[in-house]
């Protein structure tokens, strides 16, 4: 009876240590994630995202940090580079349009393979880009693009996160 309750109570010691070690590693890393990002993320150019709608009911700035933070927290834990990825991940769709309307307005029906120069054009204008971010920024769309793949890890896991936060995105509308 007496080794049931210590070991009930380990157990239970053991559960609320691991959640309060999780819960330090999401704050910390949650922080560390915005320090990385905040002067993409309140670039006056980079909030008008926000004016147009992309996945559901998400705008193309929500998709965009989401997609940042998915590469920020995967690219960290196996050791890659994760402030790279965070920023590419959150210029990655800097097209600067309502994609719902575009192929009307202009004419140009391939938004889905055009797009990531166009964010690219735009990135590059405001910011100072290097090769991972360029690759992320460039290739996220693959296999859409095709030859236009990624050459980086960090750009692989774009092509990842990008679709698994388009999904959620989509699926809660
Ligand atoms: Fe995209
Ligand atoms: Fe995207």
């Known amino acids: 009876m ?12 053991l559960r609320r240590e691991t959640k309060e070690v999780k819960q330090d590693l999401r704050r910390d890393w ?11 993320a309140e670039h ?9 709608p992309h ?40 097209f600067l349009y309502d994609w719902h309307t575009h192929a009307a307005r202009t ?6 393979m055009t797009h990531p120069a166009c964010a690219h054009k735009h990135a590059k204008k405001f910011f100072e880009l290097n090769h991972i971010q360029e690759d992320v920024i460039k290739n996220h769309m693959w296999p859409v693009t095709l030859f ?21 995105e989509t699926s809660q509308r």
């Open 2 to 13: 007496f080794i049931m309750r210590l070991k009930n109570k380990l157990l239970t010691n």
């Open 30 to 40: 949650g922080e560390d994630f915005y320090e990385c990002i905040k002067d993409i």
């Open 44 to 52: 006056p150019v980079v909030l008008r995202m926000k004016l147009y």
């Open 55 to 94: 996945h559901g009911h998400t705008n193309c700035y929500q998709h965009c940090l989401h997609v940042a933070y998915y590469n920020y927290v995967l690219c960290r834990f196996f050791q890659l580079d994760a402030r790279s990825a965070a920023r590419g991940g959150m210029l990655h769709d800097l």
């Open 107 to 112: 004419g140009d029906h391939f938004h889905g």
């Open 148 to 168: 236009h793949f990624p050459r980086t890890k960090e750009g692989w896991i774009t092509t990842l996160t990008d679709k698994y936060c388009g999904t959620l």
